[in-house]
């Protein structure tokens, strides 16, 4: 038996519903392929300043510029135009900055610098 809907074949003579199985098959793919993409656009970024601060990127704390031990932390973002600012006292040139953040690996992340005033 076949049913058909707008010229296509929903019933397989193996008894599948064929076309609904391939479009629900080809919306899983999709959307795994949209994960692995966002997971192969991310980036690190280490945001320097001269003194311990907190780092919001897109208004979002983040976590300090510096790890326990002092050295500069390397932050875990999106490959993409972020906003990048620091807490505390408003004592830093420029206030935000908005870049476009490469896709960087760990061992050569990418910088974001901030200057005392």
């Known amino acids: ?26 919306r899983s793919l999709a959307k795994r392929r ?3 993409v966002d997971y192969l656009t991310m980036s690190y970024v280490i945001v320097q300043f001269v003194e311990p601060r907190e780092v919001y990127i897109d208004d979002h704390p983040q976590g300090s510029t510096t790890a326990a031990s002092g050295k500069p932390r390397a932050l875990f973002v999106g490959a993409g135009t972020h906003t990048f600012r620091l807490g505390g006292t408003p004592n830093v040139d420029p206030p935000t900055q908005t870049l476009d953040v490469p896709e960087r690996a760990i061992l050569d992340p990418f910088r974001v610098d901030f200057r005392k005033c």
């Open 1 to 26: 038996m076949f049913v058909s809907f707008r010229g296509k074949s929903l019933l397989s003579a193996r008894g599948g519903w064929s076309l609904i199985r391939r479009q629900a098959y080809d």
């Open 34 to 36: 949209a994960r692995s």
